[in-house]
């Protein structure tokens, strides 16, 4: 007879889906699972993982260990766990949820000997430390190579004249070499290869220019100096944890603790992590096949552009499942409305039949299957809103703004407990965005409908604590300067603490704006309620003991209670450092420098995730970070050709060098070698392959972001737009550009849209 706890595990296994299903299945050995957008990829691994941990009475001393991308995916994926462990009333003391750079550092601290990584001694870089070291690498290379710096100056035509000379050298030594560190360094490094290899590499191509031996010089002097500084960087976390596996006794131990890796998210991992979890979920004593269960998307590859990874390591882990029987596939999606299902199908499809990424093929033919009857998950596949999926050609990215606004308002009035985002390419595009929704040209404004917006590329509200608290004691410290009480006033108005208004002339007469004298005009309402929040503030400079006044502040600018704890952290670490002596020339200096080397960390007092979830909310966030979320109504606006899928450019400023950037052809050439590819590219080849890998990769963005809707899709490209966002200034009224479309658009709207005209402008909502 079943015991209670099988009958328990059969009615949970119950609750998956086909696909699922063979996912808590697993009993041993290696498994791929290929799954669509949206088949329960996460949800099915929580519930595997719970299957297995139950099944094999797993514990502390062996364990089940699970890695995912993102640190809230693993927060998230841990909940789920815990949940179903709860309920099968089991211990929770058997797994572990971790990203893969946080196991590699566990396994590289725990044995400092081997790893080389001492806690208490090494560092890990920050993001502007990084770019100043390597700036630092690039100096000492040019003075070590003379010869070379010299060819690379005169390249092109070049006649020798002064000025060209002295921007020929800027351009190299503040942007074309730093660049290509970053990039051939890191590919170099996450695929396994040491500077050795990467000379010897080198060798192997037969360039004019010699990007790789350039770029190998580069990495050596990089790896100096960061152990000169007792730096990691997270490469070295995973050579460092392999390093430790290389050790038999050590493999050991670990082989023995870790029962089975599962990993989510399998088509983002580089070639050098999916060493470290084979080993790991290696059984040498037994001689058995790794207990490795790795789940993905090979078309949701969407960081190849940013590191190693790349769709292709994923497809042929899953080719090789399959010649042994080891693959399972996901094709059922409860998400999205079936319209929505069709048109990602219909857009994958015509993407890889029109060979607009070249010799890439950008997607793994694949479709997307609508659930069955009695699919466990609740309201799946749910009934469109409107059309489903809405495609619109607005006349400019103004009346864009003006019309998601009207959608958005009539959607969340209509059904107050769903969600909306608008997914953009760059943040310029959120930013313009979350500025025009609330703006008064607007016909409707999202504000005055109580809809908030969350401009997630702005930086999370906490993260701007640090750099307010600044700016505010800057200017208590010099209220008479204009910079910082215009910095100021900034700060009150985006945080809509006084009324919105052009600040500049506030700031350009501080003492007449503070403390305006009988015989100035008299000062506007709003001006009155901005002077008096200033002077209330300054006030407090001399009625408050100094290491009162940033609570004091925190309080006056209205913060949340993550902005609360967040100050109140800044203020306990400000106090520890200024040793009992606090004062404006003690803590002026000391914040600065928190502030640009990037030591403190904001405390969140919620899920991250949850907060962009949270409903009658329009969330504004990146294709990149939409990855993995859903919500009802999904708003895809300027997908135009430059943007999706683009084209790599090389700036004005380095084209002397020739008609390619050396980043990336250095990093095709790297990617030639780990793909086994012989013999490697050359310059022309491998900047073509590095432009058909951008335009595989946005494509396959594109598809992410379509996946993400529930019940709406929302499609547009006005007919005119920036040319270039970052040039984009439309309180200046930057002119606006003809740009044609994503080039899949117009298929789309005729393939779903026959009775609304390709060109059409948008009825008013
Ligand atoms: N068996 C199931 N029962 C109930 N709900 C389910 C089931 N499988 C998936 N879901 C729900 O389907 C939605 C999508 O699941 P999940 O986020 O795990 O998909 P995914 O495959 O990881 O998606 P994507 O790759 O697009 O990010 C979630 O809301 C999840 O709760």
């Keep these: 007879m079943a015991t209670n706890l099988e009958r328990k595990l059969a009615e949970l296994r119950a609750s998956l889906r086909p696909g699922q299903q063979e996912l808590a299945d697993w009993q041993a050995g290696p498994l791929a699972v290929s799954a669509v957008p949206g088949a329960g990829k996460s949800y099915g691994m929580a519930v595997a993982a719970a299957i297995t941990l139950g099944r094999q009475n797993l514990n502390r001393a062996q364990q089940l260990v699970i890695v995912t991308f993102t640190r ?21 003391g058997g797994f572990t949820v971790q990203t893969l750079h946080g196991l590699a550092l566990n396994i590289a601290s725990r044995h400092p000997q081997l790893s080389g990584i001492h806690l208490d001694q090494v560092t890990l870089i920050t993001p502007n430390r990084h770019h100043r070291l390597l700036r630092h690498c690039v100096e000492q290379w040019v003075a070590d190579h003379p010869q070379m710096y010299q060819e690379l100056l005169v390249r092109g035509a070049f006649d020798g004249e002064e000025t060209e000379r002295l921007r020929r050298q800027s351009v190299l030594r503040s942007d074309c070499l730093p660049e290509l560190a970053a990039i051939a360094i890191r590919e170099a490094k996450s695929s396994g290869l040491s500077p050795q290899q990467l000379y010897a590499l080198a060798e192997q191509v037969q360039d004019e220019v010699s990007v790789l031996a350039i770029a190998a010089g580069l990495y050596e002097r990089y790896q100096q100096l960061l152990q000169a500084q007792q730096l990691i960087d997270y490469d070295d976390m995973i050579l460092a944890a392999l390093q430790v596996l290389d050790n038999q006794s050590a493999r050991q131990v670990w082989q023995k603790q870790v029962f089975a890796v599962f990993e989510d998210e399998a088509q983002d991992s580089t070639p050098l992590q999916f060493r470290l979890l084979n080993r790991l979920a290696s059984h040498e004593v037994s001689k058995a096949k790794p207990n490795l269960v790795r789940v993905g998307d090979p078309n949701q590859a969407i960081n190849s552009t940013f590191t190693p990874a790349d769709p292709i390591f994923f497809r042929e882990f899953c080719q090789q499942s399959q010649a042994q029987q080891r693959l399972a596939t996901m094709n ?6 079936t319209i929505i ?35 466990p998950q609740a309201n799946a596949n749910p009934a469109h809103e409107g059309r489903g999926l809405e495609i619109y050609t607005p006349e400019d990215v103004y009346q864009t703004a003006d019309l998601i606004g009207q959608r958005v308002c009539q959607l969340l009035t209509d059904h107050p407990d769903a969600n909306a985002a608008i997914l953009v390419r760059e943040n310029k595009q959120g930013s313009f965005l979350a500025e025009r929704l609330n703006h008064p040209d607007q016909t409707v404004t999202l504000a005055a409908h109580g809809i908030d917006i969350l401009d997630v590329g702005g930086g999370s509200r906490q993260t701007q604590v640090p750099f307010e608290m600044l700016t505010i004691l800057q200017f208590l410290a010099r209220p008479h300067s204009p910079k910082t009480l215009k910095a100021a006033l900034q700060i009150l108005v985006d945080r809509q603490l006084i009324p919105a208004q052009e600040v500049h002339p506030l700031a350009s007469q501080p003492e007449i704006f503070l403390y305006p004298g009988p015989l100035e005009p008299p000062q506007s309402e709003q001006v009155q309620e901005a002077r008096s929040f200033c002077c209330k503030l300054l006030r407090s400079r001399w009625e408050l003991p100094h290491y009162r006044l940033i609570s004091f502040l925190a309080l006056s600018l209205k913060y949340n209670a993550a902005e609360l704890a967040t100050a109140d952290k800044l203020a306990a670490r400000l106090s520890q450092q200024v040793q009992g002596a606090p004062s404006m020339t003690t803590t002026l200096p000391i914040l600065q420098e928190l502030i640009s080397a990037e030591r403190f960390d904001p405390v969140d007092v919620e899920d991250v995730e949850s907060q962009y979830l949270r409903p009658r909310q329009l969330t504004i966030i990146t294709m990149h970070k939409a990855k993995g979320l859903d919500w009802d109504f999904v708003f895809l606006p300027f997908l135009h050709a430059r943007i999706i899928p683009g084209e790599l450019r090389i700036p004005a400023a380095s084209q002397f060098l020739g008609p390619f950037s050396l980043a990336e052809v250095a990093r095709a050439q790297i990617r030639a070698n780990v793909h086994n590819q012989v013999p490697l590219p050359n310059v022309e080849e491998a900047w073509q392959r590095a432009s058909d890998l951008k335009s595989a990769e946005e494509f396959r963005l594109l598809y992410v972001a379509m996946t993400r809707a529930k019940r709406l899709l929302w499609m547009s490209a006005a007919k005119q737009a920036p040319y270039n966002w970052n040039w984009f200034d439309w309180q200046r009224q930057t002119k606006l550009d003809k740009q044609p479309p994503c080039p899949v658009l117009r298929p789309l709207q005729a393939q779903f849209q026959s009775d609304q005209a390709p060109n059409s402008t948008p009825s008013r909502v």
């Excluded at 809230?72 to 929770?92: C, D, G, I």
């Excluded at 059922?332 to 409305?337: C, D, H, I, V, Y």
């Excluded at 793994?364 to 009857?373: C, E, F, G, S």
């Design 72 to 92: 809230s995916a693993a927060t998230h994926l841990k909940q789920q766990v815990r949940k179903h462990l709860r309920e099968l009333q089991l211990p929770l």
């Design 332 to 337: 059922q999606a409860g998400r999205s409305s």
């Design 341 to 375: 299902i069709q048109a990602a199908n219909f857009m994958l499809d015509w993407i890889n039949q029109s060979q607009l990424a070249g010799q890439e093929q950008p997607f793994q033919p694949q479709t997307i299957q609508t659930v069955a009857k009695h699919d």
